[in-house]
């Protein structure tokens, strides 16, 4: 028996990336942004409704109200896969009809690009992160349900208490490490469960790195070098960085399978 990736020819099941900036965007400037945003979507995109209840204690009246600049506000595609979100300091991108990196970059540019240097007209990134949610599901039962045909027996990333345990189990770890300038935070999160519907094994793998720009003692970067190209330049390394740590993490035949050693 073996292990199957969720998609093909890939393993993963959500990406997402999100850009955090040092402080609110001012609430005019979003608004404007967020309303020429409303007014020119892509082909399939569209506003989830965000209306405030209102109640009118004279009469007792219940009604709805809303603004087209209003935020927070997420946009989301015709099947509710993919959807960009804008909060009053952060925006995100996020996915779970992932193909490959470039296309997913390149629809995160097409989508936002505009909003993007809107914003970093006022304000600058404080970090940024790109997360990967990579799932693989058991062709048996829990019966002949081996990991250990997944998951490397050596990974550091797995605690061997949690894959000691006969059927479903978690595993979770996070670090700081110096990137020069950058502060990275790294998060594994690996989780073996039951698949909903048929109850078979399946094993979801979570990888998270982060970027983060101007901390103490890690490092400092000029307001001038934060920029888009800067965002785009950090997205990629992250990318990079997050297909060597699942390499890590799962054994090289699955490695080769969904691509990660091409």
Not at 79 to 96: H, K, R, V, Y
Not at 171 to 200: I, M, Q, S, Y
Not at 236 to 254: N, R
Request: proline share 5%.
């Amino acid at each position: 028996m073996t292990f199957d990736p969720i998609s093909s020819p890939h393993s993963i099941e959500r990406c997402a990336a999100t850009i955090t900036f040092s402080e609110n965007i001012p609430e005019k400037l979003a608004r404007t942004l967020v309303a020429d945003l409303s007014k020119a979507l892509p082909k399939g995109v569209s506003r989830a409704a965000t209306k405030a209840f209102k109640f009118d204690v004279a009469t007792g009246v219940v009604t709805t109200e809303g603004d087209i600049g209003e935020i927070p506000a997420t946009f989301k595609a015709a099947d509710g896969l993919t959807q960009f979100a804008f909060a009053p300091n952060f925006i995100s991108w996020n996915t779970q009809r992932y193909v490959r990196w470039k296309p997913f970059l390149g629809q995160l540019d097409e989508f936002f690009g505009s909003v993007l240097e809107g914003i970093l007209g006022s304000v600058s990134p404080q970090s940024v992160r790109l997360e990967y949610a990579d799932r693989f599901n058991w062709a048996g039962d829990w019966t002949n349900f081996d990991v250990n045909t997944l998951i490397k027996a050596n990974s550091p990333y797995v605690a061997p208490r949690a894959r000691a345990s006969d059927r479903q189990w978690h595993t979770h770890c996070g670090w700081f490490e110096k990137v020069e300038p950058f502060r990275r935070l790294t998060n594994v999160a690996v989780e073996v469960a039951d698949l909903v519907g048929p109850l078979t094994p399946t094993v979801g793998i979570l990888t998270m790195m982060q970027d983060e720009t101007n901390v103490a003692g890690f490092g400092n970067t000029s307001s001038d070098e934060l920029n888009r190209e800067f965002i785009v330049d950090r997205l990629e390394d992250l990318h990079q960085g997050l297909k060597k740590l699942l390499t890590d993490i799962i054994v090289p035949a699955m490695a080769q399978k969904i691509g990660l050693t091409a």
